[in-house]
């Protein structure tokens, strides 16, 4: 069926466009900045890089990119907490205080407790319509055991399971 209305189609795909809930992190030495974001991609592997999209009216957009580093953090499904937090539940430097929060080598905070955390250094940004597209380089990584994303689809928060004949 073809939607005539690309607005609402739009939304309608993707609704349909399920994606790892992540929260991106950076401090300007004073203060610390940080949102919920699914608008991420791995870009390449040689060189590490992925792409985020962040609002340019989000609170994190103008420190972000002058301090040119953040942390990416990928979520855990047991943590809608903090997503709920970082996307507007709570504000400003408040968030920083669910989940624990350490300062890496570089002066960016992580969550500790997340899937993963990439450290990544801002090589190019891309202004499109209200967006930012961000894209920078992996410089350091951090694995916890497991994988357990937590996965936003059709407006609601949601866990992945392996379809039977993978399992
Ligand atoms: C599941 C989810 C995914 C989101 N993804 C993005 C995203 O990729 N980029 C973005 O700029 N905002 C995204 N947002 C919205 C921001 O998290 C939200 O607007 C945030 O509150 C902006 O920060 P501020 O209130 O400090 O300005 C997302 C929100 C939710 C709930």
Redesign the pocket.
């Known amino acids: 069926m073809i939607i005539e209305d690309i607005q609402h189609g739009f939304r309608g795909a993707m609704r349909r466009l399920a ?1 790892t ?1 992540s929260l991106i992190s950076c401090s300007d030495g004073a203060e610390r ?8 991609t791995s870009v390449c592997a040689e060189p590490a890089a992925v792409l ?4 340019k ?5 103008d420190p972000l990119v002058a301090e040119g580093n953040f942390y990416l953090n990928l979520l855990c499904s047991n943590q809608i907490s903090l ?2 937090a ?3 539940k709570m ?2 430097r408040e ?1 920083f205080e669910l989940g624990k929060w350490e300062t890496g080598r570089n002066g960016q905070p992580f969550l500790v407790d997340a899937q993963a955390n990439l450290f990544c250094l801002i090589d190019s940004v891309v202004h499109y319509g209200t ?1 930012s597209v961000v894209i920078a380089r992996v410089k350091e990584v951090r694995l916890a055991e497991g994988i357990a994303p937590l996965i ?1 689809q059709d407006g609601k ?1 949601a866990a992945t399971a392996p379809l039977p004949e993978f399992t």
Do not use: P, Q
């Not at 009216?57 to 957009?61: F, K, L, Q």
């Open positions: 994606s809930v900045y940080g949102i919920t974001v699914t608008a991420v985020v999209c962040v609002n009216s989000a609170s994190i957009h997503s709920e970082f996307s507007g504000k400003g968030r967006h936003y928060y």
